[in-house]
Every structure is written in structure tokens, then in C-alpha cells.
T-cell receptor, first 112, second 114 residues
Framework: GESVGLHLPTLSVQEGDNSIINCAYSNSASDYFIWYKQESGKGPQFIIDIRSNMDKRQGQRVTVLLNKTVKHLSLQIAATQPGDSAVYFCAENMNRDDKIIFGKGTRLHILP | GAGVSQSPRYKVAKRGQDVALRCDPISGHVSLFWYQQALGQGPEFLTYFQNEAQLDKSGLPSDRFFAERPEGSVSTLKIQRTQQEDSAVYLC????????????FGPGTRLLVL
């Protein structure tokens, strides 16, 4: 079906290491992708986005990679910190639509 | 305002009761969205407003769900005759314009139907 999903429900990373969270999407018509971070009891918080005419975009400590050939999206977090513990969602949007479609999420655990 | 606010933060309702959930978007934001988030799942789209016009309500699960934004700012999501399966977190988001703009989310209202 046309949905955005994630490969792993949980990811554990040592503090200070880099984290890579992956996402697969199936809708080839999607042309805008977003990563959100959601902490317990809070709403999703925008992290970074990327449009389909780009392969890579960098923010502060975060990088999003888009591979349209295999419909794969990833979020890289450099030097993971305890405050990065959260559930991370990838989401997609089609230009003709205003709503965004979320995947199921990956919970990131930071090990001391 | 500084961000999207929602009230109440928590709501417990008896099955069959009507509830109203409020969303105050970021001041001046044109677009407003409602999402439903079940436990352990990603948010799912319910409905979308551009100013006071409800442009998409394809995600509303039944005719018991109704949303309005009469003056193009504050929005209310109403659920009539609540059922246990309505228990979820209801999230509101706003964006400055329509189209592929960053959506900013509120903290959500956690609804528990007993």
C-alpha cells in the first residue's frame, strides 16, 4: 500500500556515537519528506525536511539522506546525546496534498 | 502566540458522552490540521482547514467527528457519543501557508473513553 514505514521499532546507541534511523516509503508520487522527533507527552517536533530534488540536506547535528531509486530516507544524528532520546517519525507529503503521512516511528535509546 | 496550544491536555469521558477539543494555532498561520495518534503509532490525518474553510475531511473516522474553525483561527474538534476506540491523543498542527510548509504541532489532548 501507499505508506511510509520504518525498518526498526527500537534503536539503541551509545552516547557520543552517531545514530542512523532508516525509513522506507512506497509512494513514488511523494516529493517532500520530513523527520519529526516526539518526546513522551509532547507533540511531534520538526527536525529537518528534504524535497525530492535533493539527495542530502544538513542541519545542526542532523543529516537527512534521500534515495529515490530505492525509496529510502534516513536520518543521521551526530554525537548522540541523552536529550536525543525520543521516537523519530519520518513523514511524506505530495504536492497536490496538504496533509502529511507519518510512519510508525523508531524509538531511540541512548546508552550511557 | 509562541506555539500551538491545545486544551484540555487530558480528558476522561464516559462512553456516549460528547467532547470538544480546542486548538489555538500559531498567530497568523493559515493552515490548521488535526491528527489522531493511537498508542505506539504515528499520527494519522483527520482534517485540514485553510483559514475558515475545511478543505479536506477525508480522515475523519465517522460522522461522530466534526471540526470547525469559524473565524479562521481557533479550531474545535468535537466527538459525539464517544466510543472506547476513540481513545487516543488528538494533535493539532498549523503552518504559515498551504502546501509543503513546515507543520508545527501542539502538545496534544489525551482522550480516554471509559
Amino acid at each position: 500500500g501507499e505508506s511510509v514505514g520504518l525498518h526498526l521499532p527500537t534503536l539503541s546507541v551509545q552516547e557520543g556515537d552517531n545514530s542512523i534511523i532508516n525509513c522506507a516509503y512506497s509512494n513514488s508520487a511523494s516529493d517532500y519528506f520530513i523527520w519529526y522527533k516526539q518526546e513522551s507527552g509532547k507533540g511531534p517536533q520538526f527536525i529537518i525536511d528534504i524535497r525530492s530534488n535533493m539527495d542530502k540536506r544538513q542541519g545542526q547535528r542532523v543529516t537527512v539522506l534521500l534515495n529515490k531509486t530505492v525509496k529510502h530516507l534516513s536520518l543521521q544524528i551526530a554525537a548522540t546525546q541523552p536529550g536525543d532520546s525520543a521516537v523519530y517519525f519520518c513523514a511524506e507529503n505530495m504536492n497536490r496534498d496538504d496533509k502529511i503521512i507519518f510512519g510508525k516511528g523508531t524509538r531511540l535509546h541512548i546508552l550511557p | 502566540g509562541a506555539g500551538v496550544s491545545q486544551s484540555p491536555r487530558y480528558k476522561v469521558a464516559k462512553r456516549g458522552q460528547d467532547v470538544a477539543l480546542r486548538c489555538d494555532p500559531i498567530s497568523g498561520h493559515v493552515s490548521l490540521f488535526w491528527y489522531q495518534q493511537a498508542l505506539g503509532q504515528g499520527p494519522e490525518f483527520l482534517t485540514y482547514f485553510q483559514n475558515e474553510a475545511q478543505l479536506d475531511k477525508s480522515g475523519l473516522p465517522s460522522d461522530r467527528f466534526f471540526a470547525e474553525r469559524p473565524e479562521g483561527s481557533v479550531s474545535t474538534l468535537k466527538i459525539q457519543r464517544t466510543q472506547q476506540e476513540d481513545s487516543a491523543v488528538y494533535l493539532c498542527a498549523s503552518s504559515a501557508h498551504r502546501g509543503q510548509e513546515t507543520q508545527y504541532f501542539g502538545p496534544g489532548t489525551r482522550l480516554l473513553v471509559l
